[in-house]
């Protein structure tokens, strides 16, 4: 959703897509506060998520993130940022920070945290909308895990809405 719109409040915007002088018809989609979703490397909900380790690596089951290390995720959809975002702007390499102007929680396994995302923000380089989050992997995980599947997902706050999972590798 472009920063210009109110997103204060829920609101109804009208999308029509044109190309090579043809319109699709109008349709008509409300939009809110947050609507998250984590990148992923086949484009498909469920899959490895586009996840760097804490060395500047990808994140796979032949090179997965320690427990403990810390993950950067990619998402969007996760709401206002502080300072406000610019449509089209690419985020500096900090400083300044820009950052989510709200709480963000992850889920691990089935299990919620608040206290494992590092940092939140506009991903520098990339083009407004895509926010980084930086999430350290618990030391431990529930009992039963698949280390190299763990689901995770996030949202704006404890009570959701969460993004669809996507699986990051982990090794102890």
């Known amino acids: 959703m472009p920063f210009e719109i109110d997103q204060a409040q829920t609101c109804l915007v009208t999308i029509q897509i044109k190309r ?3 319109s699709a018809p109008a349709l008509d989609v409300r939009c809110g506060l947050n609507d998250p979703d984590v990148f992923t490397l086949s484009g498909q909900p469920g899959t490895q998520g586009a ?3 804490q060395d500047g690596t990808l994140n796979s089951p032949a090179h997965p993130a320690k427990l403990g290390s810390i993950v950067s995720l990619f998402a ?3 709401g206002a940022l502080t ?3 610019i449509d089209g702007q690419i ?3 900090p400083p300044p920070w820009i ?3 709200g709480p963000v929680t ?3 396994a089935g299990i919620s945290y608040t206290d494992k995302v590092v940092w939140a923000g506009a991903a520098p380089t990339l083009v407004a909308g895509v926010t980084q989050v930086n999430v350290q992997i618990p030391r431990s ?4 895990t698949s280390l190299y599947a763990v689901p995770v997902s996030i949202g704006p706050s404890i009570d959701g809405p969460f993004s669809a999972p996507v699986l990051v590798s982990v090794a102890p």
């Open 20 to 22: 090579n002088g043809e």
């Open 51 to 53: 996840i760097l380790n």
């Open 76 to 78: 969007t959809g996760m």
């Open 83 to 85: 300072p406000p975002g």
């Open 91 to 93: 985020s500096p390499i």
């Open 99 to 101: 950052t989510l102007a």
């Open 106 to 108: 992850v889920a691990l």
């Open 141 to 144: 995980l529930p009992p039963g």
